[in-house]
């Protein structure tokens, strides 16, 4: 009986030595268990708060880097208007200038003898001068008129001793237009223009000469 007592003694003993070791590995484990959520749930914490500062640290910069944007672009913005209203104002001066040029020589040939260069900017060519709104001395018959006094008299002055010819049944010129020069009826429609053939009696009288 002492021996079944000492040996259950002994397996009680190792039963429990057992139980402790797995009571201890149990807790152990809990505890390991237990730090490892802690430690993920402080890391999931720290996570968070730095995506949280990150992002605000983001919409602070952001409200800045915006507010930069927008001031550089009204600048730009101030400077574009500014270049356009110079450059329209430049136009509108260039449009006065050429306006102010073409009342100058208004009523002029300015086709022939002047050459504008600058003309305004609504115009892209100069019309063509209608002969109707022409006044009396701007008109071309005018200056073969004059022309034509100038030559009769230049004409005249060098030989001032030939006689006039004739008046003739064409006097008035086949136009129409009065002439400094006695038309004959041998100028025909020359208009204007000294005849080239001496009347019938003209040439017999200086053939009878």
């Known amino acids: 009986p002492q021996r079944c007592s000492a040996a259950a003694r002994s397996h009680d003993s190792a039963a429990v030595a057992i139980q402790s070791k797995v009571r201890q590995y149990q807790a152990k484990g809990k505890a390991q268990a237990r730090r490892s959520s802690l430690a993920l749930s402080q890391q999931q914490e720290e996570a968070a708060s730095s995506v949280e ?7 602070e910069r952001k409200d800045d880097l915006i507010r930069i944007v927008q001031g550089r672009l009204r600048g730009v913005l101030a400077r574009v208007a500014l270049a356009r209203r110079r450059q329209q104002k430049q136009q509108r001066e260039e449009d ?10 208004r009523g002029f040939n300015v086709r022939k003898r002047v050459r504008l260069d600058l003309r305004p900017s609504f115009i892209n060519e100069v019309p063509e001068i209608d002969p109707s709104y022409l006044s009396k001395w701007q008109q ?10 100038r030559t009769y008299r230049s004409s005249t002055e060098r030989c001032s001793a030939m006689p006039p010819f004739p008046r003739g049944p064409n ?15 041998a100028a025909g429609p020359t208009c204007g223009l000294r005849p080239l053939v001496l009347p019938a009696s003209a040439g017999a009288g200086a053939s009878g000469g």
């Open 53 to 59: 500062r990150e992002f605000r640290d983001l919409s």
């Open 96 to 105: 006065m200038a050429a306006v102010r040029i073409q009342k100058l020589y």
């Open 140 to 149: 071309p018959s005018f200056h073969l008129r004059q022309r034509r006094e």
């Open 171 to 185: 006097g008035a010129g086949s136009c129409g237009a009065r002439s400094p020069w006695h038309f004959t009826a």
